[in-house]
């Protein structure tokens, strides 16, 4: 078997984990009508339809419904079953009715069923790592392109224009922050931003007075900013940064790994259009007058394409380590959040519920394993 | 190559000053209100008393603090604001002060309207009616947390009997209520105006603290940061130290030897195997390990959880060596293993890339074979990318071990970091990265330096991106 399967596997639990594992039953009669709680709940949710009200005063594991058909897991990961409390094993003689309603893979200290939450974790690490490496990746190849295509030399404006670019920057900077010191209630300040944004775009347009033109050193700014990032140890980063976000929920914590990831994507991005940036087909594409962007997006990102997706192989997986690591140690993320990291979190108030280590770990170990092992057959193929 | 090494040194050097920047501000927004956290513990603190009068001891208390100095070099603030706004401290005149500067824009007015209200306080303090002055004194306190002129001025309107005795005091105020409502700030105001503030400023003392090695004191439990990350240290170098150490001994000839020996199923398998390991997190091993070691019954004889303030308190390694690093082996293996399987694979493909080279054939073209052709012409130029490793392992060595630490129980530099990010001693967190971020810089002008004088090619390049 191929390694590989496992992140198809947990890309589809990520997806339908809701269908899988749900205390709604799939299909039930209740006082002689038909319903689908599991594909009708989300429509329930955006308020398009409602249950019955028996619905919303009893949980679904005490109705009295005449007939149903459960999920393949009958728990949601939030649910309690009050009969099995208290960490039961997998082994365990469980309190149950019949072999459907089966803990496989036991309950935690309040009852709530592991394979359920292991479930719900797929979904949080697929959330987690795929969002944060395309905002990594959006940010990687936007800052490391405009480095590695102008360089130090090749982005020349006027001096004068150069000054005004300057001053409008640190402009903008400051009519924002002052934007949110008033609220964006204060009309002047609005008017001003409007001048500012409509004063830069006619500038674009003056002759540039004085024939010097110098060149902006854009690679030399973003290495710095690239280098003071990666001066900082990943989990580091994540942990001086977090304190700052008063209630982070999971965006939070997908902009913060992004804003870690991102450097290691622009790094590359930029050795790339450096090396590709000379190329006879580019010089072509220079002569026929293309514009700086299309050159950027429709010659050289294709052909710096190959590479980058070996990066976002291992970007995922450090970012799914990440947020593992988060949850484990019970920084970051809301206290109700279940995912592997917070569920291996529990076995260290209680060490001898081996299940809530066991499996949780497994599933990040073979996360991380079969991206890893995509990442080298990328890198074996392109090289 | 000189020109080289100091272009660098001076960027790594900058991007450490925007690091320190960066981490100052962190430092001062995460914070929460520091003269609240430092008074907590002593009797005469500001404790909640009314606004008016709070104001005052918190000034003074934020002042022992240097709080009242500017936070940087220069600012970039509306016109709207006098150049010593800084100066207030209590959080929530800053607010309200604000608020009221930026809904009229009249400064000197809106100072008055302050100083009238403070007037008014105090009389109604001293005044022996006690019923009206309790009135009073709550009627302030919604005053003066408001920023509302409409809502304050039918505050102030009240019966006549506690109208009375301060009929004077609420005619000025009504009177400044008035003229306060009439201003509004005008468009130009609101344009930025830059105030410099030169050297005299909490980052300047602040920067000048950490680089003569002053941390500061921590907010839990007022110790100095220094101290306690000095206690901290040597736990987290023996176990990283021990970890990196192992791992590179048994990588190098480990590697090379997968190098050497000829291709087939078996090696493949122990490819994969290694790959496995690297993606095996360590903290899954440590809780499994945990588990084994504190499930009664089983448990590992030379490891005992609780085992460290022993070795802290009984000198460690120079009395007991060999339980010590007994004591150790548990952490230093979960850190251990999937270093040395990611640095085995690095060495084999970078000794195998060398072997393909065209020189590796001349030399063998030219008959050198064997144990020479592999000590004097591979291994050096495998060894050179590892070269790049050392600007890892340096911050490596305090910060590898973060979670293995949280898991062990180890009092080390890791769990030292999580247990006061835990009760927000926000002085530790914030030097550790500022100091870490230090070690990184190093390693990376450590590297750089001994690239450049072991590789010709990387010299010589560097001399020609000079002339370019």
């Known amino acids: ?383 | 190559m000189l020109t080289y090494l100091i272009k660098r040194i001076s960027t790594l050097i900058l991007s450490l000053w925007i690091i320190s920047i960066c981490l100052f501000y962190l430092q001062k927004n995460v914070a929460g209100d520091i003269v609240m956290l430092q008074s907590k513990g002593r009797s005469n603190g500001p404790f909640y008393v009314h606004p008016l009068a709070a104001e005052k001891v918190y000034s003074v208390e934020a002042i022992r603090l240097n709080l009242h100095k500017p936070l940087f070099y220069f600012s970039l603030k509306s016109a709207l604001f006098p150049d010593t706004f800084y100066r207030i401290q209590y959080p929530e005149a800053i607010k309200i002060k604000k608020d009221l500067l930026l809904q009229t824009g009249n400064w000197p007015l809106v100072q008055s309207y302050f100083q009238a209200l403070t007037k008014f306080y105090e009389i109604v303090v001293k005044s022996e009616n006690s019923s009206l002055s309790i009135f009073w004194r709550e009627r302030l306190e919604e005053i003066a947390l408001s920023s509302d002129l409409v809502a304050i001025k039918s505050k102030l309107r009240v019966s006549k009997e506690m109208n009375e005795p301060f009929e004077v005091e609420i005619k000025e105020m009504n009177g400044i209520l008035f003229q306060l409502s009439k201003c509004s700030p005008s468009f130009l105001s609101w344009f930025p105006r830059l105030h410099i503030y030169g050297l005299d400023n909490q980052y300047h003392k602040w920067f000048v603290k950490i680089i003569s090695g002053d941390f500061g004191t921590s907010s839990r439990d007022g110790r100095l940061v220094k101290d306690k990350i000095q206690e901290a240290i040597p736990w987290t170098l023996w176990v990283n130290g021990l970890a990196i150490g192992i791992a590179y001994l048994f990588s190098f000839p480990m590697g090379i030897f997968m190098a050497l020996i000829p291709k087939s199923a078996w090696t493949k398998w122990v490819n994969h195997f290694l790959l496995a390991l690297y993606a095996l997190p360590s903290f899954w091993i440590a809780s499994l390990l945990l588990f084994q070691a504190t499930s009664p019954g089983a448990g590992f004889p030379f490891f005992s959880i609780s085992g460290w303030t022993f070795y802290q308190q009984n000198g460690g390694f120079i009395n007991q060596p060999i339980s010590f690093l007994l004591q150790l082996s548990l952490p230093v293996f979960c850190m251990t293993y999937g270093l040395a399987a990611y640095l085995t694979g690095y060495m084999q493909s970078s000794f195998l890339k060398v072997l393909k080279e065209p020189y590796i054939m001349y030399a063998r073209t030219k008959g050198i074979s064997g144990f020479r052709l592999y000590v004097r012409h591979v291994l050096p130029n495998a060894l050179l990318p590892q070269i790049v490793f050392i600007a890892g392992v340096i911050p490596a060595l305090v910060t590898g071990s973060v979670v293995i630490e949280v898991i062990f129980n180890i009092p080390g530099m890791g769990r030292l970091l999580i247990d006061s990010m835990l009760s927000q001693d926000w002085a530790t967190v914030y030097s550790f990265v500022l100091l870490v971020s230090c070690l990184t810089a190093l390693g990376l002008i450590l590297s750089d330096i001994l690239l450049v004088l072991s590789d010709p090619r990387i010299r010589f390049s560097a001399t020609k991106n000079e002339a370019s």
């Open chain 1, 1 to 383: 078997m191929k390694i590989k399967y496992f992140f198809y596997v947990m890309l589809f639990l990520a997806v339908f984990g809701d269908w899988i594992a749900n205390e709604k039953p799939f299909y039930c009669k209740f006082q002689g009508k038909n319903y689908y709680p599991v594909i009708e709940s989300p429509l329930v949710k955006l308020g398009w339809k409602e249950w019955p009200a028996a619905f919303q005063n009893a949980t679904w594991l005490e109705l009295d419904l005449e007939k149903k058909v459960n999920t393949l897991v009958p728990y949601s990961p939030e649910t309690i079953d009050r009969n099995n409390l208290g960490l039961k094993s997998p082994f365990d003689k469980q309190n149950i009715n019949s072999l459907w309603e089966r803990h496989w893979m036991g309950t935690d200290r309040i009852g709530r069923d592991v394979l359920s939450g292991w479930i719900r974790g797929c979904r949080m690490a697929v959330s987690v790592g795929f969002l944060s490496v395309l905002i990594a990746g959006i940010m990687g190849i936007f800052w490391g392109g405009i480095a590695g295509y102008f360089g130090n030399e090749r982005f020349k404006l006027s001096l004068f224009k150069a000054g005004v670019l300057l001053i409008w920057i640190i402009g903008m900077f400051f009519w924002i922050s002052l934007g949110f010191e008033t609220n964006w209630n204060s009309r002047s300040v609005f008017y001003w931003q409007i001048i500012w944004v409509i004063g830069g775009v006619c500038t674009l347009f003056l002759p540039s007075w004085g024939s010097h033109r110098i060149a902006i050193p854009v690679d030399g700014v973003i290495s710095l900013v690239i280098q003071a990032i990666d001066a900082i140890p990943a989990l580091f980063f994540l942990l001086a940064l977090l304190p700052l976000i008063k209630n982070p929920g999971l965006f939070d914590v997908v902009i913060l790994i992004a804003i870690i990831r991102w450097t290691n994507i622009a790094r590359l991005v930029r050795a790339e259009f450096l090396s590709i940036r000379d190329l006879e087909y580019i010089q072509a594409a220079k002569l026929l007058k293309l514009n700086h962007f299309n050159i950027c997006w429709k010659h050289i990102l294709p052909n710096a394409m190959g590479s980058l997706w070996i990066t976002f192989a291992y970007s995922f997986a450090g970012a799914i380590l990440l947020e593992a690591y988060l949850g484990y140690l019970g920084i970051g993320m809301p206290s109700g959040t279940i995912s592997w990291g917070s569920q291996m979190q529990q076995v260290r108030e209680n060490p001898s519920a081996w299940w809530l280590a066991v499996f949780p770990g497994a599933a990040i170990f073979l996360s991380l394993f079969s991206l890893q092992k995509m990442g080298e057959k990328l890198e074996a193929k392109s090289f």
